[in-house]
């Protein structure tokens, strides 16, 4: 089985999750077939394969017999997995010139995951001649689908004028949207601002609300932000074991600037117990990464 691209370390690297991680053919192929609608003898001859594959482990066999679902029915949903798959090399040879293809097939039939990815493709230039205003197009089309991870992403398009004319007013309004969908790094990416007061007014209270929101689903940013104002007394009453807490949270993620926080905190015993040793440990993990 091909190594994983789906720890910590991939998505701060990429800034983004993957569209889907699994650790297993299984998860792949059942939510292929489960998020296309359509229903074929077709299909259920490639059902019955793909079963086969599963009970096997066979990531090889299950990539031929989802990309054949994928070219036969035309279904998107099947045709923005084998798009994941080219990305990610899972169960063949990465690549991401026929990823985008097939995630461009899904993305003209309207569907949002696929228009998200692809639009990130044409930012980063994968597969694909760069092109802002473009990524911008089918960002818009996700984002406008209700799709939060669009919205955040056209969000900071537009307060960066990437590929855009800048509206800072507009690309907050994507944030507020994606954020009160659940996302994570929406939220985060709203606290900062109304922490901040930069592009609307001031609230460090609303902040610290939407910082919790993300740190409870484990991004790890937001959990250092936390450990920050906690340690500070910042806005929030001083509890520097719960800052501790979410320092640790978000350095088991590999975030440096919580393990650089974290190693302050055991050095001094600031919170916790006194550990030199385990906080040096924490310092070099943090340096290794550039962090000092």
Known sequence: ??????????????????????????????????????TTPDLDRLSSVLDSDEEQGDWGAAFVTLRTLADETGAAAAQERVGQCLALGQGTEEDLPAAARYRRLAADQGFAPSQFELGLALQEGAGVEPDDTEAVRYLRLAADQGFARAQNALGVCLLQGKGVAKDEAEGLRYYRLAADQGHDRAQYNLAHRLASGNGLEKDEAEAMRYYRLAADQDFAPAQNALGVRLLRGEVVAKDEAEAARYFRLAADQELAEAQFNLGYQLSTGTGVDKDGAEGARYFRLAADQGYA
């Open 1 to 38: 089985m091909p190594p994983s691209r789906c720890g910590p370390r991939w998505r701060r690297a990429h800034g983004r999750h993957p569209t889907r991680c699994t650790a297993h053919p299984r998860g792949l192929m059942t939510n292929a077939r489960t998020m296309t609608d359509a």
